[in-house]
């Protein structure tokens, strides 16, 4: 089953690009979404272990982040975040 998760990591220590990279070479994030500076909705089957868990098997320097389960969230911005998260899809 597909779950969505926020990832929210340090700007000052790495950037968009490195992490984004991270997510793509890992089969089991099968979609993400980088909606604010520091964090990207993350779709997978893993538990939020499982994803920080991979994060740091393919990052060699070390970078504050967190995962949490986004099962209930609420804020004001972007509709198109509230859609990937309610409603998670499979682009791999």
Known sequence: MLKSYILAYDLTTV???????ILNS???IRNW???MPGAIAVV???NSKEVSSS???RW???????????DEFNGYGNRD????IREPEDVS
């Open 81 to 84: 975040i509230a859609q990937f």
């Open 33 to 35: 979404y980088a909606f």
């Open 15 to 21: 950037d968009r690009k490195e992490v984004t990279d």
């Open 26 to 28: 890992d089969e089991n």
């Open 55 to 57: 994060i740091m098997k």
């Open 60 to 70: 060699s320097k070390k970078f504050q982040f967190i995962v949490v389960k986004a």
């Open 44 to 46: 997978t089957t893993m």
